[in-house]
């Protein structure tokens, strides 16, 4: 009963009008419970809603019918999911383009002060426990490092202008 509905939802409505009222929907739901923009979701609730979508191209409900492939990155999920009536294939992700959870928990663990391990304990509290490994995690700070070293190269630059134009003009 429950995924008849949900093929009609998709037959009644064009696509386009379907993505909209889900977007205005979310963007309520969003706002009133003061999400912000990431939460965490048990991975089988997340695994669960990704396999009883519908293929996207034929409308088949049947999760029989659909070949699923997981690729991980630290903690990045891509779960491909191959439509065997259609031959569609669809990903999903629990990350937006451009997003690196990993990244996101090295440079957390700098600005915080603490170390890997501190901050591993921190998360396993959370219940994440799949991590990024040590040297991913040490090369995701690498990536701040950089961009602190040029920004400070920068910063130096510039007060060492300001110093020379200043002892200029006074002296």
């Known amino acids: 009963m429950k995924y008849v509905l949900i093929c009609n939802i998709f037959l009644f409505f064009s696509e386009e009008e379907t993505d909209n009222k889900s977007e205005s929907a979310i963007q309520k739901l969003t706002q009133k419970g003061q999400l912000g923009s990431t939460i965490l979701v048990s991975t089988n609730i997340f695994l669960e809603l990704i396999l009883n979508q519908p293929c996207v191209t034929c409308y088949d409900i049947n999760s029989s019918n659909r070949k699923t492939k997981i690729r991980t990155d630290g ?38 002060g603490v170390n890997r391990e501190e901050l591993r304990s921190m998360i396993a509290l959370l219940g994440i426990t799949r991590q990024s490994g040590r040297q ?16 400070a190269n920068t910063s130096a630059e510039n007060a060492l202008v300001i110093a020379c134009e200043k002892l200029q003009n006074n002296g």
Do not use: H, W
């Open 75 to 112: 903690l990045g999920i891509c779960v491909t999911s191959i439509c065997m009536v259609c031959s569609d294939e669809s990903e999903y992700y629990n990350e937006r383009p451009g997003d690196n959870f990993s990244k996101c928990l090295a440079g957390a663990g700098l600005v915080g």
């Open 136 to 151: 991913q995690y040490f090369d995701k700070q690498e990536e701040f490092f950089q961009s602190l070293y040029q920004a």
